[in-house]
């Protein structure tokens, strides 16, 4: 094979690569975008909680074995637009004691209730829609009764042709959940000393009342659902 023909070949396959093609068209997909919702983070708040209250035992107390306290959300409201932080709930307290003889349990709430007012967001909130009411009446004229003169009429709004238009809009409330919690307390014997029967111990080893002194400290989530488009 002579090299002149060699070199056509060649000569063809490279003007065949250089040549200039026309762009193929893509046709696109018109996007769609989706609604979806999720629980965004609102914010992050601190509570301090400070309680001071008397625990009364149906039996007498000669030593207090265990404490077991659990933080209890009743009522978690942040009030837009004014950024106030609501917040409510209870101490369930259950106390494991003994008199020297027989082991005994008490359990009781003790409520609390926090305002806080909110300065910054993590994000912002979505703020609540009002509700929207129109009413309209017919306005109505008749003849004035024994009047001589023809164009004189009663005219006013007509009580009973009222007709009325309104919206009503759901929206999502925030809500909170507790990420962390510590308590701190101290029970003081506020009878001890007082005259118990008891076949054992001394009677001033005994108490049926303690005062307690209570710090909280609670670490706050505040959540609310959002709807945002997804392209």
């Not at 637009?81 to 917040?87: A, C, I, M």
């Not at 400290?217 to 505040?222: Q, S, T």
Request: net charge negative.
């Amino acid at each position: 094979m002579s090299r002149d023909y060699l070199n056509n070949e060649d000569n063809e396959e490279f003007d065949f690569f250089c040549e200039e093609k026309e762009p193929v068209q893509e046709h696109k997909k018109p996007s769609r975008s989706t609604e979806t919702t999720a629980a965004m983070v609102l914010a992050l708040v601190p509570l301090d909680v400070d309680l001071s209250f008397r625990s009364v035992f149906p039996n007498p107390v000669l030593e207090i074995a265990e404490v077991k306290n659990q933080v209890v959300i009743t009522k978690c409201r942040l009030l837009l637009p004014t950024d106030q932080l609501l917040f409510n709930g209870y101490i369930r307290r259950h106390i494991s004691y003994h008199d020297g003889l027989n082991m005994y349990s008490l359990i009781e709430h003790v409520p609390f209730e926090r305002f806080l007012q909110l300065t910054s967001y993590l994000t912002e909130p979505v703020q609540p829609k009002k509700n929207i009411l129109h009413i309209s009446d017919e306005f109505t004229s008749q003849p004035l009764p024994n009047s001589s003169i023809n164009t004189e009429e009663w005219q006013s709004h007509h009580p009973t042709h009222i007709q009325q238009y309104s919206t009503l809009y759901s929206n999502e409330q925030p809500s909170c959940e507790i990420i962390q919690s510590s308590i701190t307390e101290t029970n003081v014997p506020t009878d001890k000393g007082l005259n118990r029967q008891s076949t054992i111990f001394s009677t001033e080893d005994l108490f049926t009342e303690t005062e307690t002194l209570m710090a909280i400290r609670l670490a706050v989530r505040v959540i609310q659902n959002q709807t945002y488009s997804i392209s």
